[in-house]
Nanobody, 124 residues
C-alpha cells in the first residue's frame, strides 16, 4: 500500500521557519522524483519545489528561491522542505508528490502519488 505522510506544519509568525517532512512507503522511493506543492483556499495546487531521484538536482518556484530548501534521504524514504523567512502568502496546505519518471513536473496531474497534506499558516 502506497503511503505519503506529511508532517511538520503549523502556525508561525512572518519571518519564521518550519521544516516539513514526508515519509514514503509502499513503492521504490529512490526511483521517483519527489516534489512539494501547495494549495491555498480557492486556488489551484501550485508547484513549490522538486528534487530528482538521486537528490543531485533541485528545482524551485521563483517565489521561494533562496528561502526554501528541498532535500531527500533515500535510505530513510524521506523528503523534507526547510522553509525560512516565511511570508503570509506562503500560507497553504502543503502536499508531497511522487513522480515516476524520476525527474520532475510542474503539473500536479502528472504525479503518481500524493500525501494528505499538512497545513502551514503564516500569521502574526
Amino acid at each position: 500500500q502506497v503511503q505519503l505522510v506529511e508532517s511538520g506544519g503549523g502556525l508561525v509568525q512572518p519571518g519564521g521557519s518550519l521544516e516539513l517532512s514526508c515519509a514514503a512507503s509502499g513503492f521504490t522511493f529512490s526511483m521517483y522524483g519527489m516534489a512539494w506543492f501547495r494549495q491555498a483556499p480557492g486556488k489551484e495546487r501550485e508547484f513549490v519545489a522538486a528534487i530528482n531521484r538521486s537528490g543531485w538536482t533541485k528545482y524551485y518556484e521563483d517565489a521561494v528561491k533562496g528561502r526554501f530548501t528541498i532535500s531527500r534521504n533515500n535510505n530513510k524514504n524521506l523528503v523534507a522542505l526547510q522553509m525560512n523567512s516565511l511570508l503570509p502568502e506562503d500560507t497553504a496546505v502543503y502536499y508531497c508528490g511522487a513522480f515516476s519518471p524520476g525527474g520532475y513536473s510542474r503539473d500536479p496531474g502528472e504525479y503518481d502519488y500524493w500525501g494528505q497534506g499538512t497545513q502551514v499558516t503564516v500569521s502574526s
